[in-house]
């Protein structure tokens, strides 16, 4: 059964920091491109950060450059994202997402973790 569980989100003050994980399940981490979206309250879901399959490079949106960090631990299964001098615009759901296109596409998401930066 293929399943992506993300955790670490909560409540945090402006400059603090998050670690958010995301487990995976029924398919290996590795062998797809990995990705965080975020969706905040009224809005669309954006992409925050990729990283690609084996070898492949990360990429950041703009929003997230130079504070937050996106990597992958192939022996657990498991992608995190590292966000630091957080921002109350950086409040929303995160989500982890894993996409394969090897002659079918294979897409999964996972339920969301809220992240809230206030005072």
């Known amino acids: 059964q293929v399943q992506l569980v993300e955790s670490g989100g909560g409540l945090v003050q402006p400059g603090g920091s998050l670690r958010l994980s995301c487990e995976a399940s029924?398919?290996?981490?590795?062998?797809?491109?990995m990705s965080w979206y975020r969706q905040a309250l009224g809005k669309e879901r954006e992409l925050v950060a990729a990283?690609?399959?084996?070898?492949?490079?990360?990429n950041y949106a703009d929003s997230g450059k130079g504070r937050f960090t996106i990597s992958r631990d192939n022996a657990k299964n498991t992608v995190y994202l590292q966000m630091n001098s957080l921002k109350p615009e950086d409040t929303a759901v995160y989500f982890c997402h894993a996409l394969r296109v090897v002659v079918i596409r294979r897409e999964y998401w996972g339920q969301g973790t809220q992240v809230t930066v206030s005072s």
């Open positions: 990283i690609g399959s084996t070898g492949g490079s990360a």
């Open positions: 029924g398919f290996t981490v590795s062998m797809y491109t």
